[in-house]
């Protein structure tokens, strides 16, 4: 069964940083585009960043110039890094993925998300 799982949240101050990490495991054929969304109490969820297999990255306008996303194929993992946070970046962060199950005779493609993680910035 393919999973993500999610390390990296807590509490920071503003200001500060936080690195939050995502690796997939499980029967992986591949890895499309991964992702990180967020979800604040009382809001939806929304998108922070993607990046694509080939490493094209897409930011929300709320978090370019503070937020880098990466990714390390070998290691099928995908990173968030967050400088500058700021009390509006409190959420529950959460990792997506676009996984091909399987083996090259037998595949299919999953949505799949991790189980969250919180960051906190206090104000």
């Known amino acids: 069964q393919v999973q993500l799982v999610e390390s990296g949240g807590g509490l920071v101050q503003p200001g500060g940083s936080l690195r939050l990490s995502c690796a997939a495991s499980?029967?992986?054929?591949?890895?499309?585009?991964m992702g990180w969304y967020r979800q604040a109490p009382g809001k939806q969820r929304e998108l922070v960043a993607t990046?694509?297999?080939?490493?094209?990255?897409n930011l929300a306008n709320s978090v370019k110039g503070r937020f880098t996303i990466s990714r390390d194929n070998a290691k099928n993992t995908v990173y968030l890094q967050m400088n500058s946070l700021k009390p509006e970046d409190t959420a529950v962060y959460y990792c997506?993925?676009?996984?091909?199950?399987?083996?090259?005779?037998?595949?299919?493609?999953?949505?799949?998300w991790g189980q969250g993680t919180l960051v906190t910035v206090p104000s």
């Open positions: 499980g029967n992986i054929f591949s890895i499309n585009a």
């Open positions: 990046i694509t297999s080939g490493g094209s990255t």
């Open positions: 997506n993925a676009n996984i091909v199950e399987g083996t090259i005779l037998s595949r299919r493609s999953l949505e799949v």
